[in-house]
């Protein structure tokens, strides 16, 4: 099982729609957890870090489910300029940041 | 407020050969990690530097090497270079334990 995976997508929607992405990991003991968005060609960028109690950003919510080891990204009113490449990201150890694949996002007018 | 710069921002190099790559950190960041991206994946961890010390290393062989100087800039040596290290590599940089944020990238392409 790999450390932390994501559906590749792409998922395609259309301006305002609502979209979710999940982020499972598999190793139990991590605390840290973050959404990454990059665009094509370019650096990763933070989106967002994920907290317990759950944390929201504009358009953007970010959960966390211990239980069963997910992290999820809710985008709200979707808008073009969203279309990107979302990674999640697990931190291990000091500084380490495992990443799964991303998902990637299209948005349609 | 500068954010992270890396250099050169494209590179060709031939199989055989070695590379170095550089990394100034964010304004007031100690801690520099690097990653490496192929094309369609995430990028992968390749090692950390703090008080220019290698503090964690990922699953890399010791081709690749690496090193922090006072200001808190970084290195990333490539030694006998493969197909298979034609990527992106990425430059984060943090305070220790906090956000890491990403520079730019080189692109290594290894013909």
């Known amino acids: 099982r790999k450390e932390v995976e994501q559906d590749p997508g792409p998922f395609n929607v259309p301006e305002g729609a609502t979209v979710a992405f999940n982020c499972t990991y598999s190793?139990?003991?991590?605390?840290?957890f973050f959404w990454y968005r990059q665009d094509c060609r370019k650096e990763p960028k933070l989106l967002m870090s994920?907290?317990?109690s759950g944390n929201e950003d504009g358009r953007f919510t970010a959960q966390l489910n211990r239980a069963s080891q997910y992290i999820s990204l809710l985008i709200r009113d979707s808008k073009l300029s969203d279309s990107a490449t979302y990674l999640c990201?697990?931190?291990?150890?000091?500084?380490?940041?495992?990443f799964g694949t991303g998902t990637r996002l299209l948005v349609s007018p | 407020d500068a954010g992270v710069t890396q250099s050169p921002t494209h590179l060709i190099k031939t199989r055989g050969q070695q590379v170095t790559l550089r990394c100034s950190p964010k304004?007031?960041?100690?801690?520099v990690s690097w990653y490496q991206q192929a094309l369609g994946q995430g990028p992968h961890f390749i090692f950390q530097?703090?008080?220019?010390?290698?503090?964690q290393r990922g699953n890399f062989p010791d081709r690749f090497s690496g090193h922090q100087f006072p200001n808190y800039s970084s290195e990333l040596n490539v030694n006998a270079l493969l197909l298979g290290d034609s990527a992106l590599y990425l430059c984060?940089?943090?305070?220790?334990?906090?956000?890491?944020?990403f520079g730019p990238g080189t692109r290594l392409t290894v013909t």
């Open positions: 984060a940089s943090s305070l220790e334990k906090s956000e890491q944020y």
């Open positions: 190793n139990s003991a991590s605390q840290s």
């Open positions: 994920v907290y317990s």
């Open positions: 990201a697990v931190r291990e150890g000091f500084q380490k940041l495992v």
């Open positions: 304004s007031g960041h100690d801690t």
């Open positions: 530097y703090y008080e220019e010390e290698e503090r």
